[in-house]
Structures are given as C-alpha cells and as structure tokens.
C-alpha cells in the first residue's frame, strides 16, 4: 500500500505563485507515474499535469501549460508542481495521484492506482 500527502496549498492573489508537494511513503520504490488532478466545487476532477518514473517526460493540460511545472525527487519520494501566474480558475482542491495503471499520459481517475486527500488552492484578491 502507497500513502500520498500533499502540501503547499493555500490562500494567494491572482498572478501570484504556489508550489505543491506529494510526498509517498508504504510499499513504493518512489519511481512510479506520478500526477496531478484538481477538483472545483461542482465540477468533476480533471488532471493538470504528470510526469513518468525517471522525470524526462510530462504532460500538462491546455489550461495550466506555460505556467505550471511538475518536477520530481525519486530520492525523497516526492513530486512536485510549481504554479505560476496563478488565475481564480485555478482555484480547487489539488490531489495527488500515482501509479499509472491506464494509458499514458493517464488524464482520468481510474488511470490511477493510490491517491491522496488533497491540497486547497485559493486564487483571489
């Protein structure tokens, strides 16, 4: 069993940037598929972006590309994923997600084997 947390979330103004973390932890060599999803009240999650086990390929959905980056640490256990330029649209809960059990790049939720309980992000003045 993987447990993942994340961390970095919270309250910041339009323009302004976040970097969250997902650190793993239980059965797991750390190189798994990693990725991100994120969830607004009343909508369904959607995936933002993910990386493969070694970092050297991502994917990033139309709305965050040029402005999020998603990195890791298999040494640490940890992804991460930095936001710039950050809009009131990107307001949502960010989940963490790893082992990609579907098709690459993985962009639905059963893509995914282990989760975490999530980040709140807040974009407003």
């Known amino acids: 069993q993987v447990q993942l947390v994340e961390s970095g979330g919270g309250l910041v103004q339009p323009g302004g940037s976040l970097r969250l973390s997902c650190t793993a932890s239980?059965?797991?060599?750390?190189?798994?598929?990693m990725a991100w999803f994120r969830q607004a009240p009343g909508n369904e999650r959607e995936a933002v972006s993910c990386i493969s086990w070694n970092g050297a390929i991502t994917h990033y959905s139309d709305s965050v590309k040029g402005r999020f980056t998603i990195s890791r640490d298999n040494a640490k256990k940890t992804a991460y994923l930095q936001m710039n330029s950050l809009k009131p649209e990107d307001t949502a809960m960010y989940y963490c997600a790893a082992l990609l059990v579907g098709t690459w790049p993985g962009t639905r939720e059963s893509d995914y084997k282990y989760w975490g309980q999530g980040t709140q992000v807040t974009v407003s003045s």
């Open positions: 239980g059965v797991t060599s750390g190189s798994e598929t």
